[in-house]
């Protein structure tokens, strides 16, 4: 018989691309989503598996719901991916943002250890949490580095990491913690600086924008591809014994980098006359630098980093050009049409419309 995952998140980027993963790996995905006014399974549709997933309601900071999840899903392996994960706006909400991603956590790990303790459960851990590293990072940062947070979304994080930790070591739990540095892809969320830049300069290229807005360009961050990553989630399940690992590309390029690299795509030179820095769109403080060590995970999982910067960019902004180019011939998409819940797979106890 094959496994039973259950994934909180899956609407989200990271949570997309796993179960894909997973369902072609044979699993049974279960998924967590949460009450929205318009339903938000834009990804799931673009990856055309909406409909090979089964859906679970729950909010992360209701302990009951993810009970249930769990008593529906009878996992063996829970990732959970679940998240406010945009570090901007946990300025803005900082106890929402406690509230979700580090009691949430807590939840997530209680409720295991009540319910099925014997399923291996992955912790979304981050690069955020080194924080205050300085422009030039004397090295990539290693799974024992020192971790000195920037930002209420970091501090979140680390609280979630450590309870991760602890679990795993007072109630003999198998739990990971992922120290995943920046991956992103085309099912990005378009507040991230990425996938705002590949969507403008595609939008730009095509006479439909005229200018990138943006804060910071001197950040620079490791950058990699997310399906990549989701299969370092799942191989950090398949050992003998839990571990924590970075994952990371070991490279650093600025958010700078990153724009001319994207027009360069397009086949702009004179990029300046499009982008304007809005002081509005700096962060109170704002990690400088990150650059990961993957040697870990490359030794023990075997896990290689195939997709570098240039390429990253280049199939994002590619991709956006595609969408735009298609929508100004008139063609519409399946997942710009919200989804009736009555249209997919939903376990509740409660009747949906
Ligand atoms: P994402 O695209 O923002 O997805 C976040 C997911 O969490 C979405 O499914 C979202 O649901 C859900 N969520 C948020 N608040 C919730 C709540 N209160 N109750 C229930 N569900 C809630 O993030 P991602 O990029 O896939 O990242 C996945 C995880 O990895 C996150 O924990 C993130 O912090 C962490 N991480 C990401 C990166 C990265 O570079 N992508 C790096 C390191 C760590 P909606 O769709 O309804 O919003
Ligand atoms: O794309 P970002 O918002 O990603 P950030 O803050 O690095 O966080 C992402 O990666 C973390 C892993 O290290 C995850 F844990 C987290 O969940 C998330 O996925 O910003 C990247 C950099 C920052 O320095 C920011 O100040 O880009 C700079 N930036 C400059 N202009 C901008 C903008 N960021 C955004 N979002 N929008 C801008 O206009």
């Not at 967590?32 to 729950?58: A, E, H, M």
């Not at 979630?160 to 795993?168: D, P, V």
């Not at 969507?199 to 006479?207: D, Y």
């Not at 804060?215 to 399940?237: C, F, Q, S, T």
């Amino acid at each position: 018989m094959g496994k039973r995952a259950l994934i909180t998140g899956i609407t989200g980027q990271d949570g997309a691309y796993l179960a894909k993963l997973l369902i072609e790996k044979g699993y049974e995905v279960y998924g967590t989503f949460r009450r929205v006014s318009t339903p938000n399974f834009w990804r799931l549709q673009y990856l055309g598996i909406v409909d090979k997933v089964n859906f679970i309601p729950c909010e992360m900071t209701d302990m009951s719901s993810m009970v249930a999840a769990l008593k529906i899903a009878e996992p063996d392996e829970v990732y959970h991916l679940a998240a406010m994960s945009f570090v901007g706006a946990s300025f803005e909400n900082p106890i929402a943002t406690l509230e979700i991603n580090t009691i949430g956590t807590a939840i997530v790990l209680e409720a295991v250890r009540q319910i099925c303790p014997d399923a291996k459960v992955y912790i979304a851990a981050t690069s955020e949490m080194y924080g205050a590293t300085g422009y030039e990072v004397k090295r990539p940062l290693k799974e024992e580095d020192f971790f000195k947070p920037l930002s209420p979304y970091a501090v979140s994080k680390l609280a979630a990491y450590w309870l991760g930790r602890i679990y795993r070591e007072a109630y003999d739990m198998y739990v990971v913690n992922g120290i995943l540095f920046n991956h992103e892809s085309p099912l990005r969320g378009l507040e991230f600086v990425t996938r705002k830049i590949s969507n403008e300069v595609a939008k730009i290229s095509l006479g439909l924008s005229k200018e990138l807005r943006l804060g910071n360009i001197e950040a620079k961050r490791d950058w990699g591809y997310a399906p990549e990553y989701v299969y370092g989630m799942w191989l950090m399940l398949q050992q003998k014994e839990p571990d924590d690992f970075i994952l990371a590309t070991g490279e650093a390029h600025s958010v700078k980098e990153f724009v001319i690299r994207a027009f360069e795509v397009v086949g702009i030179d004179d990029w300046e006359k499009y982008v304007v820095i809005d002081k509005k769109l700096f962060r109170p403080l704002d990690v400088p630098c990150l650059i990961g060590d993957y040697s870990k995970a490359k030794k023990k999982l075997g896990w290689k980093p195939q997709v570098k910067f240039n390429e990253l960019v280049k199939i994002m902004v590619e991709e956006d050009l595609k969408r735009w180019e298609r929508w100004l011939n008139g063609e519409r998409f399946p997942w710009d049409a919200p989804l009736y819940p009555s249209e997919m797979k939903i376990i509740s106890k409660v009747i949906r419309a």
